[in-house]
């Protein structure tokens, strides 16, 4: 056994991105912290992004796409209790997939693909 090791609970708190591409939706979990005692601004955050090729018509239809899966399947839950060991882990390797990303961008579009490859077989 390794250590005293803490059963401690602690609230942890994500948020909630719908990407829109052609007919899907795509719900993405990220921002993974631990809720501190104070209420943190970004909480009661909404933010709508658009890129500069998007329409009119198109960013009504994927709001329109966006809310109906929200009314479809609700909220996914944003906040949680676990183990403040597992809560340090799920940081910790959220912070190094961001890392690996960013050096991921830096190899070539063929090493990338390989790489994609890799992690998408079934072992």
Do not use: H, W
């Not at 906040?79 to 050096?103: F, G, P, Y």
């Amino acid at each position: 056994m390794k250590g005293n090791r803490s059963n401690e609970l602690v609230e942890v708190v994500a948020y909630v991105t719908y990407d829109v591409e052609d007919e899907n939706v795509q719900t993405s979990i990220g921002g993974l912290r631990e809720l501190g005692k104070k209420p943190n601004p970004i909480d009661a955050r909404t933010s709508i992004t658009f890129g500069p090729a998007v329409s009119k018509d198109s960013a009504i239809k994927a709001l329109q796409m966006v809310l109906d899966k929200i009314e479809t399947e609700g909220l996914p839950c944003l906040v949680t209790k676990v183990e403040k060991r597992i809560a340090t882990r799920l940081m910790k390797l959220q912070k190094d997939v961001a890392e690996s990303s960013n050096q991921m961008a830096e190899l070539s579009k063929e090493v990338r693909a390989q790489v994609k490859r890799i992690f998408t077989l079934d072992i």
